[in-house]
Nanobody, 133 residues
Framework: QVQLVESGGGLVQPGGSLRLSCTAS?????????IGWFRQAPGKEREGVSS????????GYTDSVKGRFTISRDDSKNTVYLEMNSLKPEDTAVYFC?????????????????????????WGQGTQVTVSS
């Protein structure tokens, strides 16, 4: 059974940190072209937060998290992480991880298309992150 399980969410004060984990079963994350993190806040559309490519581990970040969030992967543990620092109330959302086993669409390089949710094939159920004092 294919499954992605996110963990590490919770309630944190502004300025605090959390590390999210995404662990796969029935999948080998090292075989995925890319693994991404997305988030969805109440009343808002799902947005791409970050994604990391296999091989050179190139990573993309949405502007609002650059310099604060870091994505990494540990293929030996079949896990991808999202280290989140200097958290802000606007980071409050359900965070999802997702895999892209297909790779880039012709004419749409990964570097400029990583945030498109339609690229991703398997999704986890999400973990809630709440930033509040």
């Amino acid at each position: 059974q294919v499954q992605l399980v996110e963990s590490g969410g919770g309630l944190v004060q502004p300025g605090g940190s959390l590390r999210l984990s995404c662990t796969a079963s029935g999948l080998t994350l090292a075989d995925a072209y890319a693994i991404g993190w997305f988030r969805q806040a109440p009343g808002k559309e799902r947005e791409g937060v970050s994604s990391i490519r296999r091989g050179d581990s190139w990573a993309g970040y949405t502007d609002s998290v650059k310099g604060r969030f870091t994505i990494s992967r540990d293929d030996s543990k079949n896990t991808v992480y999202l280290e989140m620092n200097s958290l802000k109330p606007e980071d409050t959302a359900v965070y999802f991880c997702a895999t892209d086993y297909t790779g880039p669409v012709w004419g749409r390089p990964f570097e400029t298309d990583w945030y498109s949710s339609s690229k991703y094939d398997y999704w986890g159920q999400g973990t809630q992150v709440t930033v509040s004092s």
